[in-house]
């Protein structure tokens, strides 16, 4: 069970005056040494099961890229892998590059991120949907895991298609300033962020549940990839079993050489690997579907509907995964911090 913050607080000011009080153990300075400590641990982490995540271990930017560096075009144009359910009561709708996911509820979907453009909502979300006799106006909340650009891109269109009910959009309170603000990445590809209604849009702040028919979702801030970011956690259902599914909500490094984020992130993966260990997580999803091996896995879905579902890990899969995660921020943490 997690401290209280008023008795955490209780608890350091006790210990600064008690000899004994048990606290985890400082890292060491970071020197060559624990740089490559971490790859070793990331790499052992990963073993042969879990190499997705691995790519992170590489070094990461010394500035924020911007966002004209990189081909969104392209991205955006490679061709869609089909829809489909990955869990009964969860469909993909994202594109090559992106991930969307529907969760379905007894009142309606959650839209799990709205792509980066209109033309996707229209190309990719829309007969995704249509595939599995669902609509737009279904769609009750958009929760926009970060405040970039290709997962919140969709949103005001999907809102605008839904008609007479539109959707309430959910983003972390510091993301919503973020967007309203200052961009961390701009593109003219991207259509202007969402705005806010507040009578109706939703400023999550960590460990806000997300209740929507019969569906609960854990709403967990998970700041680094953008201070704001959301990794959701809810119940999807496959032969006849409930599992436990989280979609960690950012993933890159793409901040710069900025110590205070990686710490940031590394709190975050670590305290997510505890929730994860805690609530028995056994389907780790993700946001972009090369995280997630999203394509292959539905294909093998589609190929062999009988077959054990392929997105469920097991708990242990997913404490491994987080452990990769969490030890190449370490590394690319110890990187920065030797540079002069
Ligand atoms: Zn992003």
């Given at each position: ?6 008795l955490?607080?209780?608890?350091a000011?006790l210990?600064a005056t008690?000899?004994?009080?048990s ?14 400590a971490?790859?070793a641990?990331?790499?052992q982490a ?9 790519n992170l271990?590489k070094?990461a930017?010394l500035?924020?890229?911007?966002a004209g560096s990189?081909?969104?075009a392209?991205l955006?144009?490679r ?7 990955a869990?009964?009561?969860l ?10 996911w ?8 959650v839209l ?7 033309d996707e909502?229209?190309r990719?979300?829309?007969p995704g949907l ?5 609509a ?6 958009v929760?926009v895991t ?7 891109g ?5 809102r ?9 959009l ?5 993301d919503?300033t973020?967007t309203?603000?200052q ?7 991207w ?5 806010r209604?507040?009578a109706r ?15 609960t979702?854990q709403l967990?801030?998970t700041?680094?990839h ?10 999807v259902?496959?032969?006849g079993?409930t599992?436990?599914?989280l979609?960690w ?5 793409n ?10 992130y590394?709190?975050a993966?670590d305290?997510?690997?505890e ?7 056994d ?9 997630d091996?999203?394509?292959k896995r ?5 190929a062999n ?12 899969g997913?404490l491994?995964t987080l ?12 990187r920065?911090?030797l540079m002069?």
């Amino acid at each position: 069970m997690p401290i209280p913050n008023h008795l955490a607080l209780g608890l350091a000011a006790l210990c600064a005056t008690l000899a004994g009080c048990s606290t985890p153990p400082a890292a060491p300075p970071a020197s060559e040494a624990t740089v490559m400590a971490h790859l070793a641990a990331a790499q052992q982490a990963a073993g042969t099961e879990y190499p997705e995540y691995l790519n992170l271990c590489k070094p990461a930017p010394l500035k924020r890229p911007d966002a004209g560096s990189v081909d969104l075009a392209g991205l955006i144009a490679r061709p869609a892998p089909p829809p489909g359910a990955a869990f009964d009561n969860l469909i993909y709708v994202g594109s090559a590059w992106v991930s969307a996911w529907a969760l379905k509820t007894s009142d309606g979907l959650v839209l799990i991120d709205a792509l980066n453009t209109v033309d996707e909502v229209e190309r990719l979300i829309v007969p995704g949907l249509a595939s599995q006799g669902l609509a737009p106006a279904d769609i009750r909340t958009v929760l926009v895991t970060h405040g970039h650009g290709d997962h919140y891109g969709g949103a005001e269109r999907l809102r605008a298609l839904a008609g007479a009910t539109p959707p309430r959009l959910v983003m972390s309170a510091l993301d919503w300033t973020m967007t309203e603000t200052q961009l961390e990445f701009a593109s003219p590809i991207w259509p202007a962020p969402p705005r806010r209604n507040p009578a109706r849009d939703l400023a999550a702040r960590d460990g806000d549940l997300l209740r929507q028919g019969d569906t609960t979702v854990q709403l967990h801030v998970t700041p680094g990839h953008t201070l704001g970011t959301i990794s959701p956690v809810f119940e999807v259902r496959a032969g006849g079993r409930t599992h436990k599914a989280l979609v960690w909500g950012g993933t890159s490094f793409n901040f710069g050489r900025d110590l205070s984020r990686l710490d940031a992130y590394i709190a975050a993966a670590d305290r997510m690997r505890e929730i994860a260990r805690r609530e028995q997580i056994d389907v780790l999803l993700s946001n972009h579907p090369a995280n997630d091996l999203t394509v292959k896995r539905l294909a093998a879905l589609r190929a062999n509907p009988a077959m054990a579902n392929p997105f469920v890990i097991g708990n242990a899969g997913v404490l491994r995964t987080l452990t990769v995660i969490s030890e190449c921020a370490k590394a690319n943490r110890d990187r920065f911090a030797l540079m002069p």
